[in-house]
């Protein structure tokens, strides 16, 4: 089990000071996944002020090894990790990097990540089918054509349906999609910025994969984003100085759908208790919290399993729009996966958005006195998550 | 191969080769560890729960109920295309396991299937070697 104490002498003690996405964003047919991290790097390296040759740290995921990149880049780093599960990774990689820091394996860590979902769905070069003959899905799931995260979270949404009641899970199901377009209207790199969403246009949507309606379904976008980490107190000196990272906590129970243990708690229900204890925290200290919306489900889900409120009570905790703009919960607030972007592994954007409401840069959305956020991945079929925890002072 | 059969097909591997010739020959094979005196799926040769090796195969009464299901209407891979909508689903067996599968001989509509419905394993054959264990209601 993770020592709380020796978590707790570490917390504060590393910083994100760089942040950004690609230049190329939302539809990108003539740029590659790798130009997009390189891209991304870059911009989040210019973010915080510091030179690629400082670079000693580099972390990646979502298909490429960390030498891939970092050849790509023209960086040679002392510290490498490519943990690979799923769309948290970039989550869990600010973990790692905050460890090999403390730890004295590097001083500036750099995560990059890049895909073309749309794109390549477009050329007909997307892998959907991930059917690997060696692992367990290829067997078990993949031949009842249970394929995709689409048919996977629904599956697992219908178990909730009928342990806490399907008209309830609907309206918080509409309530999530529709709240958080609200925020993407808000936000001018978000995919759906000009196209608002109503409660009809949601109830209306084609299904995918019941009781997943389209408009239950996040994007399929191309794009890149990029964090640069480095001390505590080597942030002071950086461009915009640190976001400190005070708590941080990883973890999964499961890989394929129908080995996990409860198709309505997640891994988070480790994670989001362990990196607010670490900070020194409670839910209610948070200002902000953004959490990996591949899946209007996959909110309801996630509030519940991080301890938001209690198993079955999410329908409550976002009914009346309560989550949208000048509502009392912030959550989501450039949009989600569901409305601003998701090239594939969207995890590194909650991380993103946090940071810039944490410094004030969100504009229109920016939320009054901003000191306190998390941000929270879940990769996989519900399997893994990645949960930190941030502050601003 | 049945044909034009062109979804996902096992290949059967080291620990389930046996479970496959199971199917093939109509019988659903689980693995059951003697030390913990329960049976687990999918098919391993060490226990989940234990760690050990002392496991064997039981054949399973095929029949389970229903733990969750979806019901699809885009298709996720090419050779779905003329099944839509179908049901993937996940049963709970009578000897404990949960298991992925398909609910065939229902309509697919969400009134017509419910969440705790039993049902029993059917065998549809899809090639020479491979049998798919699907559950139709019982």
Known sequence: MPVMDRLKAISGSAAIVGVAESDRFGRTPDRGPMELHAEAGRNALADAGIDKSEVDGVFTSGGYSTYDIAEYMGIAPHFTDSTSVGGSSFVIHIAHAMAAIEAGYCEVALITYGQTGRSDRARGALNLYGVTPGLPNAQYEAPFGIIGPPIAYSMAANRYMHQYGEDRTREAMANVAVSTRKWANMNEKAHFYDTPMTFDEYHDSRWISWPFHLLDCCLVTDGGAAVVITSAERAKSTRKGGVAILGAAEGHDHAILHQMPDLTRTWGRNTGPQALEMAGVTHSDLDMAMIYDSFTYTVLVTLESLGFCGPGESPDFVANQRTAPGGDFALNTNGGGLSYAHPGSYGIFTVLEAVRQLRGETGERQLDDCKLAMAHGTGGLLSSTGTVVLGRE | ?138
């Open chain 2, 1 to 138: 191969m049945a044909d034009g059969y062109n979804k996902p097909i096992p290949i059967p591997q080291p620990e389930s080769d046996y479970y496959w010739e199971g199917a093939k020959a109509g019988e659903l094979r689980l693995r059951h560890c003697d030390d913990c005196n329960q049976a687990y799926f999918y098919p391993r040769n060490i226990c989940p729960e234990c760690g050990n090796n002392n496991t064997s195969w039981i054949v399973a009464s095929g029949k389970a109920k229903v733990h969750t299901f979806a019901i699809v209407h885009r298709p996720p891979h090419p050779g779905f295309m003329d099944d839509l909508p179908y049901v993937p689903a996940i049963v709970e067996l009578e000897e404990g396991p949960r298991m992925a599968t398909q609910l065939i001989n229902v309509t697919p509509e969400p009134e017509a299937i419910s969440i705790d419905m039993q049902v029993k394993v059917v065998f549809e054959s899809i090639t020479d070697e491979i049998s798919l264990p699907k559950f139709e209601p019982a």
